[in-house]
């Protein structure tokens, strides 16, 4: 008799979306008509620790046809340490028979190298725009396979009452298409399904789950900001200090320059971290309670912004040093070195690139407050490097203070 070599095939799917990882084997063979009807199909399957299950069965198959089709075979493999799939080399035979036909068998071996990856959930918030997202920043990437990805979000608005569902890869968080000050809880689920690329026949489906919490809250407006910094000059005048001096003082005060600077050119890319920074700083503590309501574009009504200290010469007390990257006497883009008559003997609180606030203890830059030629340096790290058409603030006081 003729057996079916022609025809067999199967494919194999190691499903790992649920509790426990499942191994699908499905009979995919394009049968002369009227064959499937009557096959009975039974697996050998050897996983990389070389246990082996078979089943030599043929009265209680592991493949059957039922219900117009060939049913799939589900089987629980032994688990790895870490609860997953074992890597490693897998080979799994299949017999058939039928009536009319010759027993016919297929195998297949194949080296399993695969990790699931981590899901990376962000908010991306602009309280300012407004503009109010969470981004799938998953690197879906795994070496060999390729990736089909379904995405499921919700985001519920814990202040604000509602729910947005989504399947994009970024959820827009827009509800009645306005932006609403609220808590924001978000869950994505990503179900993925991936295809070997040596062999088509192969896949590996997960389940990734990931979830994130963020706030979204009015900034205030600049004339509150500046309402704040004069009380926080009253308050160290009150307690016999000066203010031109107090390091807190030209901290906020520098601080306060770069927010508004900010808001004056709209450049609000991480804007609302250096307003929460500065409200702890003048206020000794920050709270908010979200309120639910709308949140309105932001109206920049407090006039220019100006640096003091944009030349050589004496600092002025309690004003920052100001810059932009390119500018004449001024560091070039890809320069990490700034030496200045402006640096000499002062102290340095921290510096803004943009709307980057950089802590001198954070490794970012290292001061030399004497040169040796009259000039002060900041040396900055090679990735921290200065930009062409950057603002770039100094927080400085004289070094005796």
């Known amino acids: 008799m003729a057996n079916l070599g022609s025809y067999i095939d199967f494919d194999v799917r190691f499903d790992l979306s649920g509790d426990n990882p499942v191994v699908i084997l499905t009979d995919t063979g ?42 799939a075979f589900n089987y629980s493999p032994r688990q790895a340490c870490d609860g997953g799939v074992q ?131 009015t900034p205030p407006a600049c004339s509150t900001m500046m309402n704040q910094l004069e009380t926080f000059a009253t308050e160290i005048e009150c307690s016999c200090g000066d203010v031109a001096s ?26 609302y971290d250096n307003v929460v920074r500065y409200e702890k700083l003048v206020l000794g503590s920050y709270t908010y309670t979200n309120t639910g309501g709308v949140i309105s574009a932001y109206v920049y009504n407090c006039g220019s912004i100006t640096i003091i200290n944009q030349g050589g010469g004496t600092v002025v007390s309690g004003e920052p040093i100001g810059f932009k990257v390119g500018a004449a006497g001024y560091p070039a883009s890809g320069d990490t070195v700034f030496a200045s008559p402006l640096l000499l003997n002062k102290v340095i609180f921290y510096m803004s690139k943009g709307n980057v606030i950089l802590n001198p203890n954070s490794g970012a830059y290292t001061y030399t407050p004497d040169n040796g030629d009259g000039t002060g340096k900041i040396v900055m790290s090679s990735d921290n490097a200065f930009y062409q058409d950057e603002d770039v603030v100094i927080g400085v006081l004289p070094q005796s203070t």
């Open 246 to 271: 107090d390091k807190s003082y030209v901290v906020a005060s520098t601080m306060l320059r770069v927010i508004n600077k900010a808001l004056a050119d709209a450049n609000y890319v991480g804007l």
């Open 30 to 71: 394009a049968y002369p008509g009227g064959v499937p009807a009557v096959i009975k199909g039974n697996f050998s399957i050897t996983e990389p620790d070389t246990g082996t299950v078979e089943n030599t069965d043929y009265n209680n198959p592991d493949v059957s046809f039922e219900d117009g089709a060939l049913t």
């Open 87 to 217: 890597n490693g080399t897998w080979t799994i035979s299949y017999t058939i028979e039928a009536d009319g036909y010759d027993n016919t068998s297929i195998k297949k071996s194949f080296y399993l190298n695969f990790k699931a990856p981590e899901i990376d959930v962000a908010p991306d918030f602009d309280v300012f725009t407004p503009s109010l997202k969470f981004r799938d920043s998953t690197e879906y990437t795994v070496s060999g396979f390729s990736a089909d990805i379904s995405r499921q979000w919700s985001v519920k608005a814990d202040d604000g009452g509602f729910t947005v569902t989504s399947t994009n890869q970024d959820i827009d968080l827009k509800y009645n298409n306005k932006y609403y000050d609220s808590a924001y809880a978000a869950v994505l689920n990503a179900t993925v399904t991936y295809t070997q690329n040596t062999y088509s026949w192969l896949s590996v489906k997960v389940k990734l789950t990931g979830n994130a919490l963020a706030y979204a809250s």
